[in-house]
């Protein structure tokens, strides 16, 4: 009788402890850390968060399993902010975080999936902050960084990089928050295109010397100003503020810098000569500190798809650093206006998906070249 109840006991322990097993073994927890994704942009990591501010940023890794979900985060001030993801470039999710924090599935199959995954913010770092908090996999899943890319290009820009309204089709509408996409910009497209990696820093409204005005000179918003920043503002995400945040610029050494803003600052130029120069040696100054963050790069200083009443005074701050400096990895390069009636019009007139392929399409020869 003592070894049977013996045995019972023994056999009570092993089945629950199978069970137990069992059980935990139906999922895995991957932390959004560099030893399991790869971090994009100037996404950086706290307390095992991904912390995402700037437009684009994420994680990309690669996946091998039946079920994927990813648990999402708001900022501090519980701001909405939409995210999309994709499977071997196949867009599988596309959804706005209405609430603080909330698990989606990206995929639940039958049968073993295998690929890419690359998770983003598609709202701009002046619209929200938000975060990563985990990664789960079903029992048997496994995820690993992806490998780091050939090239390294930054994007800086205004509303016109930020895709600002580009799911609108009607001009005459606002911005609203389901209707701003990165991945649909010209410069996620150029990054893709070339199998790039790619940190884009924009800001709808924000200038190189001035921010959108309707009197005084914008002197804060301008992407100068937060261009060492993790993020724009001083939101936290998890137990850090991205705004206070100094982006480490060893982190990413981009190969080329392009630059694409003006469209604000012409509201306060407002082809004043006077003005219109003082934009001008700003913009030679933002040169001059994006060559010292980026001793190797290429700068290419753009005008143009959006308003470019400013071309002029771009085209001549590249042309006077390089004649300062003798710096000769500094250009110019002209993209033609969005043209709306052939590629329709987005939220207050900005470009739309179709402008941005065209663009991003005009850009390649040029940065194909600059590559070489």
Known sequence: MKKLILLCVALSVFVNLGFSASKTAKKKDFTPTENNVRLLGRTITSNKIAVLAHSATGVEFNVSAKKLSVTLMKDSWHRDVRFVAFLNDERIFDEILKEDSKEYVLFDSNEV?????????????????????????DGEGVITPTAARKYKIEFLGDSATAAYGVDETNPHVSYKLETQDITKSYAYKVARELD?????????????????????????????????????????????????????????????????????????????????????????????????????????????????????????????????????????????????????????????????????????????????
């Open 113 to 137: 999936k295998t690929g890419q995954v690359r998770i983003v913010k598609a709202t701009e770092s002046m619209m929200a902050n938000a975060g990563i908090k985990k990664l789960t996999t």
């Open 196 to 372: 790039a990696d790619y940190s884009i820093i924009c800001g709808s409204g924000w200038g190189a010397y001035s921010g959108v005005t309707d009197g005084p000179r914008k002197a804060d918003n301008i992407i100068p100003a937060i261009y060492d920043n993790v993020g724009f503002w001083d939101v936290m995400v998890g137990n850090v503020k991205p705004g206070e945040m100094k982006w480490d610029f060893n982190r990413f050494k981009p190969d080329i810098v392009t630059v694409l803003l003006g469209a604000n600052d012409q509201t306060y130029t407002r082809g004043d000569p006077a003005k219109c120069k003082e934009f001008k040696d700003g913009y030679v100054k933002f040169i001059y500190e994006i060559r010292a963050k980026n001793p190797d790069a290429y700068i290419l200083c753009c005008s143009g798809l959006a308003p470019d009443d400013l071309k002029g005074q771009v085209q001549a701050a590249a042309e006077e650093y390089k004649s300062q400096t003798g710096d000769n990895k500094v250009g110019y390069f002209y993209i033609p206006l969005h043209n709306g009636e052939k590629e329709g019009w987005g939220a207050d007139y900005h470009p739309t998906d179709k402008a941005y392929t065209n663009a991003a399409k005009f850009m390649l020869p040029k940065i194909k070249e600059l590559l070489k």
